[in-house]
C-alpha cells in the first residue's frame, strides 16, 4: 500500500515540557494533515532550549518528509526558534526590512512603537522562506534540511491556525500525499481483547491498518479502518461491523456513544428524558452536548435526595424503604415515572453507589443499577458492578445506560456476549 | 539553585500521534515530577510502530536521566513497548506467571476467562523488573538503557496515575532531586496578565518558582507556587492569595472550581439545587463528582424544553412568551423555582444560546444568562456571552454559574474588578 508521507510536529516552549500548558497544537494540525494524505508521525515538545530545539529538528527531520514547529517565534530571549534552525543549518541570521515594517506599522495601530527586543521577530535564518502574519507580531518561515521542509510558526493557536489555512494547507496539500480513507466506529460493552481477536481476518487483510483506541470514561472503545485506494472501505466497514457484531457498534464516524444515541433518537423521531441518581447529571450533559438535540431530549432529573425520587419522580416512598434508594425498583420507578411525567417516549434511570462511601456488603460500591422504560410499558432493567473509582463508575453507569437505552430502542437489549461490558485496555 | 535531574516522557499510541485523543498523560507526570527536583525536558509522542518506539526510546535515553513511558501495554497487536524495548535492548520477552494469575484472577472476579491474546500482557522483556497492577490488567515493567532507568507503565490514565502513586513516586522521589514545595491554587476571574503583575513580588523571592496554567474550558487560572527548602511555602501562598485577591482564589490543592463550591457549601452546611437549560446538567454533573457532596446538593434539573420550566420550576409560561426561553426573567424565575420547589438555602440556574444553530441578531450565540436565588430572597443574575463553539459555551457557563453561587455565598457577588471575568489569555 502507498504509505501516506509523514509529517513530524516540534512544539517548542518550556510551558508546554513542565505541563503548565496542554500541547494543543499537535493534535491540531495532526488532524488537518490526514485528509491531505500526510500522516502526523511523531511530535516532539521541547523546553525554550537552544540545543533541545535544534537536536528534535534534527531527529525530526530523518523521521519525516516535512516537519511543522510551532512556538519560539516571540521577541523575548527565550524564543530560540529562529536561533536554533540558523545553528542546524550553519548559517547566520538576516534582518527583513518588509517583516520589520510590518512589525512597526503592527505597533503603530495601537499608537506604540516597537521596543528593540522585537527586532529579533523580523531576523530569519539565511535563505528562509518569510510567512507574513496578519495577525501579529511574529511571522513565521521556511527553510530546508536534507530536501525536508520545515515550516516555522507561531505557538499562539489562533496565529498558528491563521498560518496554516494561509500557508501551509495549501503548500502540504501541493505535496500530494497518497491519501487513505477513514473508517471509524465506536464499540460498546466488548472487551479490547475480543475486539482484537473478531477483527483479526480485518487486520491481515493487504494495506489495512487498525486502530484502537479505548476511551476509558466513555466506556467506550474506538476503531479507525484506515484503507489504501485498491480496497472497498465500505465493505471492509460492513464486515468489520458484521464481524463485531452490529449491536457493539454504537457509532459510526466521530461520533460519540452520546450521539449515537442522540442521532438514533432524532433519526426515528422518539423523545427521551433521564432521571439520575449516581450519575448525577452526566447522561443529561452527554446528550445536551449534541447540537439540535433539543428535537429529542426533552428534560433530565437528577433526584439525589429520597424526597427528590418521590416527588419529581413519583417514586413511592415505602418502596425507598422496603427496598433502599439503591434497587431494581426504584431504578424501575424512576424511569417510569420521568416518562410518565414528561410525556416522552423513552426515559432512562439510574441509581447506585458511586463511592467511595455508602457502600455495605450488600451494597458495595460500584453497585448500580440502570432502567429503562419504554412507550409500550415494558421496563427494561440491569444491575452491574462497575470497578473503579468514583469518577470511573459514574461515567460507566452512564455509557451502560445510554448503551442499555440504545438497546432498548434497537429491540436487541436480551443480547449480551461473554465479554459484555469488558472495555478495559492499557 | 541547583539543577533538577532531568526526565524524558514517552507517551505511545497513534491515537496520540493522529490527534485522535489529546495526551493527558505528560502534562501530569510533568507537574508531579517537578516538586521532586525532576524536570520533565523533553516529550515524544509516537504511534504504534516498533521501529518509532524504539528510537523514541534511544533518543531520549541520551538526554535524560530518568525515562518514562505510558501505552502501548494492551492485549492487541498494535500495543507494542514490550516488543520495542526488548529490541533496542537486544534480549527476548519471557513469560511472567505471576502477572498470568493476577490476570485471570482479574478476570475471574468479574466471571470472565482471559482471551490468548491477553497472554501478551504477561510478557516483558528479559531482566525487567515487573511492577504489578491491582487496577487493570496492564502490568507495568522497569528496565535499564546506558545506566537510564526507563518505566513503562500503562497510557489509561487512571492505571498511570496508580502506578505513578504505587512505585514511580516512591523510585523516583529516591533518585534524590532538589525537592520542591508545592503550593497550588486556582484562581477565577482574573486575567492571566494581571494575575502575572499581582505576583511580581512572589516571582521575585529567590529560588520560587511560580507556573501559571489557563484552564480554558474550566475558566480557572491554575497557579503553582515551587519553593525551595529555605522558604516557608505556607506563608508565600497566604501571601499569593492576598495579593491575588482572596475572592479570586475558588480553590487550593488539586481542586477544581467545582470542588471548591462544593467544599464551601459543604463546609457552612448549606444545601443547592440547580436548574440547568443551556449547560444541560454539566453543573450537576460537576457538582456530583465530588465524593460527600449528597450533604449540600439536593436535586438538579434539566428543564430543556420550555413545558419542562413551566412545569418544573414554574416559571410562568407567559413570561416565557414575553421574554423568551434566553433571558433574565427566565433565569431568575428558573433559580427561584428550584430553590423553593427543592427548599434548599441556594439555587443557580442558567439559559442561554449554547449554538451553533439557534442564535439570532437579538440573542447570539454565546449569549448566556445565569442566575442565583438565596434563601434570603435575594437573587443575582448576570448575562455573558462566551466565545467559542458549543462545547466551550456550555463549559464556560457552567464555569461562571458555579463562580456566581461561590460569590452569592461569600457575599462578595458585588465586588468586580477591572480586569473581572477574564481567563482568556493574550
Known amino acids: 500500500m502507498p504509505t501516506p508521507l509523514r509529517a513530524g510536529i516540534v512544539t517548542i516552549g518550556s510551558e508546554l515540557t513542565s505541563g503548565t500548558r496542554f500541547d494543543t497544537n499537535s493534535p491540531w494540525l495532526a488532524k488537518r494533515l490526514a485528509p491531505l494524505g500526510i500522516e502526523a508521525w511523531v511530535h516532539r515538545s521541547v523546553p525554550d532550549d537552544l540545543e533541545a530545539i535544534a537536536r528534535a529538528f534534527d531527529e525530526t527531520v530523518a523521521q519525516a518528509q516535512v516537519v511543522i514547529s510551532t512556538g519560539g517565534l516571540g521577541p523575548t530571549s527565550d524564543d530560540l526558534t529562529r536561533d536554533a534552525l540558523a ?5 547566520d541570521l538576516v534582518f527583513d ?10 505597533f503603530a495601530a495601537f499608537g506604540r512603537t516597537p521596543s528593540e527586543s522585537n527586532r529579533r521577530q523580523a531576523e530569519f535564518p539565511r535563505g528562509a522562506r518569510v510567512l507574513a ?10 527553510v530546508e534540511r536534507r530536501g525536508v521542509p520545515i515550516y516555522a510558526v507561531p505557538g499562539v493557536p489562533r496565529e498558528m491556525r491563521w498560518m496554516w489555512e494561509r500557508y501551509l494547507e495549501p503548500d502540504l496539500r501541493a505535496l500530494g500525499g497518497a491519501a487513505r480513507a477513514v473508517r471509524a466506529f465506536r464499540c460498546v460493552g466488548i472487551a479490547e481483547s475480543a475486539l482484537g481477536e473478531r477483527l483479526r481476518e480485518v487486520e491481515a487483510t493487504a494495506g489495512v491498518e487498525v486502530r484502537y483506541a479505548v476511551e476509558e470514561a466513555a466506556g467506550t472503545i474506538e476503531v479507525r479502518l484506515l484503507t489504501p485506494p485498491d480496497v472497498d472501505a465500505e465493505a471492509l466497514a ?10 457493539h457498534v454504537c457509532a459510526t464516524g466521530e461520533d460519540s456513544l452520546a450521539e449515537g444515541v442522540g442521532r438514533l433518537l432524532l433519526g426515528r423521531g422518539l423523545t427521551v428524558a433521564t432521571a439520575e441518581s449516581c450519575t448525577g447529571g452526566r447522561i443529561a450533559a452527554a446528550l445536551t452536548a449534541i447540537p439540535g438535540i433539543s428535537g ?20 413511592p416512598a415505602e418502596v425507598i424503604a422496603d427496598r433502599g434508594a439503591v434497587s431494581a425498583e426504584v431504578a424501575r420507578a424512576m424511569a417510569q415515572g420521568a416518562r410518565e411525567r414528561a410525556g416522552a417516549d423513552w426515559a432512562v434511570a439510574t441509581t447506585g453507589v458511586a463511592g467511595p462511601g ?6 458495595p460500591v ?22 473503579g473509582d468514583r469518577d470511573q463508575v459514574q461515567a460507566r453507569a452512564s455509557a451502560g445506560a445510554l448503551d442499555l437505552l440504545r438497546r432498548a430502542v434497537l429491540g436487541v437489549v436480551g443480547e449480551r456476549d461473554p465479554d459484555w461490558a469488558g472495555t478495559r485496555r492499557a
Open 87 to 91: 545553528r542546524l543549518l550553519g548559517v
Open 366 to 387: 460500584g453497585l448500580v443499577h440502570l432502567a429503562v422504560a419504554g412507550r409500550d410499558g415494558a421496563i427494561h432493567h440491569v444491575e452491574r458492578r462497575y470497578p
Open 97 to 106: 526590512a518588509p517583516s520589520w515594517e510590518a512589525i512597526e506599522a503592527r
Open 238 to 247: 460492513a464486515r468489520a461491523h458484521a464481524l463485531v457484531g452490529a449491536h
Open 133 to 142: 502574519t496578519d495577525v501579529g507580531t511574529a511571522a513565521g518561515f521556511v
Open 296 to 315: 429529542a431530549f426533552l428534560e433530565g432529573l437528577v433526584t439525589y435526595s429520597n424526597e427528590a425520587k418521590t416527588r419529581l419522580l413519583g417514586v
Open 358 to 363: 455508602g457502600g455495605s456488603a450488600e451494597k
